[in-house]
């Protein structure tokens, strides 16, 4: 693998498909997808935080999403938590890959903003509802929050906010 290996993902869904990241010290990475996570924080199937839990089960987007593609959405996370099922996905872009190749590492937690239609936020979002403060929400990928073109755009927000 000499570079990043993505699926095009579905842009209804806020899975993002197996994928393949090299990284600097050599090493592989391989994402499962993005998965509702017990917790805002919650970089394991074991962290669950039950006020989190109970403000998106009372979040109507949450449901307008998730109860028409319950059977859809139930594949992916099982994808997530469980490796074999995960193999034959990624086996659709490096064939000769076995199960002794892979070994569970760490999870990050990606921030998707959800309309209360049950549709995803395919942008950033700023808001200013606070004085003296310029919120950047919906930043899901790593990447994008490295752009410098979106770090323009961040200044050009910040300048008119606060009338630089």
Same mark, same amino acid.
Request: hydrophobic fraction near 45%; aromatic fraction near 8%.
């Given at each position: 693998?000499? #570079?990043?290996?993505?699926?095009?993902?579905?842009?209804?869904?806020?899975? $993002? /498909? +197996?994928?393949?990241?090299?990284?600097?010290?050599?090493?592989?990475?391989? /994402?499962?997808?993005?998965? @509702?996570?017990?917790?805002?924080? #919650?970089?394991?199937?074991?962290?669950?935080? !039950?006020?989190?839990?109970?403000?998106?089960? =009372?979040?109507? /987007?949450?449901? !307008?999403?998730? &109860?028409?593609?319950?059977?859809?959405?139930? !594949?992916?996370?099982?994808?997530?938590? @469980?490796?074999?099922?995960?193999?034959?996905? $990624?086996?659709?872009?490096?064939?000769?890959?076995?199960?002794?190749?892979? +070994?569970?590492?760490? %999870? #990050? +937690?990606? %921030?998707?903003?959800?309309?209360?239609?049950? =549709?995803?936020?395919?942008?950033?979002?700023?808001?200013?509802?606070?004085? /003296?403060?310029?919120?950047?929400?919906?930043?899901?990928?790593?990447?994008?929050? =490295?752009?410098?073109?979106?770090?323009? $755009?961040? &200044?050009?927000?910040?300048?008119?906010?606060?009338? $630089?």
């Amino acid at each position: 693998v000499n #570079g990043n290996i993505y699926p095009v993902p579905n842009p209804d869904f806020p899975f $993002l /498909g +197996v994928h393949f990241t090299p990284r600097m010290d050599g090493a592989i990475w391989v /994402g499962p997808n993005a998965v @509702l996570a017990g917790s805002r924080e #919650g970089y394991s199937w074991r962290d669950v935080d !039950k006020r989190d839990m109970a403000e998106m089960a =009372s979040f109507r /987007g949450l449901w !307008k999403l998730a &109860v028409p593609n319950l059977s859809y959405g139930l !594949k992916e996370m099982a994808k997530s938590a @469980l490796m074999p099922l995960q193999l034959s996905d $990624l086996q659709r872009f490096i064939p000769q890959l076995k199960m002794s190749d892979l +070994v569970r590492g760490s %999870a #990050g +937690v990606r %921030a998707q903003a959800m309309a209360p239609d049950g =549709s995803l936020v395919d942008d950033f979002q700023f808001d200013e509802s606070c004085h /003296g403060m310029l919120h950047v929400r919906n930043a899901p990928s790593p990447a994008a929050t =490295s752009s410098l073109a979106i770090a323009d $755009l961040i &200044v050009e927000q910040a300048a008119k906010h606060f009338k $630089l």
